[in-house]
């Protein structure tokens, strides 16, 4: 993957930022990454389970009470699907690669209060699934990508094969079951519509209702409660700005943050663009950001088809409070090695340069999934060791204030199958059952 404005001059070129608070000058570098790999040995140590604290949220810490019944919702990333609905209520929101052109998809993670709406919904990869085992609870999805050879099994790629791996009654009578929560088969398609607000068109545009996916459960799932702490880092580089652009030959898949030092929290950008809530008007801020460094590749080398490691250990570029460390993601069943299923129910940890669990600052959590190569810039005024610099970026204008959306309509009866939509010969990705 080609980095970003190389640039050849010293270090000590001063660049001036304009996006962010910092008054003092800045410098734009890339991460270290030579060298970076993921593995499925385990090198450090794991800590236990952390307990459950009663009226505490096990996602980000904040008061909460209610039954824990974590919804992970796919979202589509295509430019087209912006802006999306009921993210702003999201604990935890995922984003990864789901083609090799850089195109992107995310999964949210709602619990502690859920929007009326969410979406737009697309179609289901192995990896996200993977996410939904960590977690438990409902996964929602519209479409799946599959294998076509009947004859062979196909854990990797093909979510049916893998999900019937994981769980023999993922589909009975043809059709997906609870957890597995999918819009384009008649058991769930009534929970789903499309949405004619006049910004989405098909098939960026459909929502499913959070509250009838809340209705489905049975019983909690259990919870995997991170460490809190209400202060968060106090040490490592001052970095006032973050930015992962997935898709270098366009700018169409660029996630960055600003760190709000009156806040004390990120504000996300999507394409240079304030990444809002579409329901509420919200901006997006986030207390914890984490770039998580990982294999992925390309089953058969099919541009498709992500294979993407979520299991194992690798490298965590770790933000908090406008500070910068570079830590560790753990994720296994065993102390010394992880399996791609046997570790699967296990939470995913995050340790600090001393191999401490990290305490996540109180709040709302991004975690971008990048490959061990991803270029990520960050703005900071301090050397990074074995870091690269990067040119001066084009100044991003002030983005306009956020218009208040009209409220989402609840969908007449009539609209309320979205029939799956095919995709032309120049769609972002394969199609499969709807998306």
Not at 44 to 65: A, C, K, R, S, Y
Not at 209 to 235: C, I, Q, W, Y
Not at 366 to 385: R, W
């Amino acid at each position: 993957m080609s980095h970003l404005f190389k640039w050849f001059l010293a270090a000590s070129l001063v660049l001036s930022l304009s996006t962010a608070a910092a008054a003092e000058d800045n410098y734009y570098l890339e991460l270290p990454s030579k060298g970076i790999s993921s593995s499925l040995k385990i090198t450090v140590d794991v800590p236990e389970e952390n307990p459950v604290q009663d009226g505490i949220n096990p996602l980000t810490g904040e008061t909460w009470f209610g039954n824990y019944y974590p919804i992970l919702v796919n979202i589509d990333c295509h430019p087209g699907a912006l802006p999306h609905w009921g993210v702003s209520a999201a604990d935890i929101i995922y984003e990864m690669p789901i083609q090799k052109d850089g195109s992107t998809r995310s999964a949210a993670l709602f619990m502690g209060t859920l929007p009326s709406y969410a979406g737009p919904v697309r179609s289901g990869r192995v990896p996200m699934g993977s996410l939904r085992e960590m977690w438990g609870g409902a996964w929602v999805f519209y479409g799946w990508q599959n294998w076509f050879n009947r004859n062979q099994t196909n854990t990797v790629v093909d979510v049916d094969d893998w999900a019937l791996h994981v769980h023999k009654d993922a589909r009975q009578k043809g059709r997906w079951v609870f957890p597995f929560v999918e819009g384009s088969e008649r058991n769930y398609d009534a929970l789903f519509h499309r949405e004619k607000d006049g910004n989405h068109v098909p098939p960026h545009d459909v929502q499913v209702d959070m509250n009838a996916v809340a209705s489905l459960f049975t019983e909690e799932a259990p919870k995997h409660p991170f460490l809190f702490t209400e202060d968060g880092l106090d040490r490592g580089v001052d970095v006032s700005g973050i930015t992962v652009n997935y898709k270098t030959t366009s700018p169409e898949y660029i996630s960055s943050y600003v760190y709000n030092e009156t806040t004390g929290l990120y504000e996300r950008y999507h394409n240079n663009e304030p990444y809002y809530d579409a329901l509420n008007g919200m901006n997006t801020q986030f207390a914890n950001v984490i770039v998580l460094r990982t294999d992925v590749s390309w089953y058969n080398n099919a541009p498709q088809r992500p294979v993407i490691q979520l299991v194992g250990q690798g490298v965590a570029e770790i933000f908090q409070n406008g500070k910068y460390i570079r830590g560790t993601w753990v994720r296994t069943h065993d102390a010394s090695k992880a399996d791609e299923f046997d570790s699967l129910p296990a939470r995913m940890i995050f340790l600090d340069e001393n191999g401490e669990e990290l305490p996540m600052k109180v709040g709302k959590t991004f975690i971008q999934i990048v490959d061990n190569t991803q270029p990520v810039i960050v703005t900071t005024s301090e050397n990074i060791e074995g870091s690269t610099p990067q040119a001066t970026p084009k100044p991003t204008a002030t983005p306009r204030p956020t218009r208040t959306p009209k409220p989402t309509r609840t969908p007449k009866a009539s609209s309320a199958t979205p029939a799956p939509v095919e995709a032309d010969e120049n769609a972002d990705e394969d199609v499969s059952f709807g998306g």
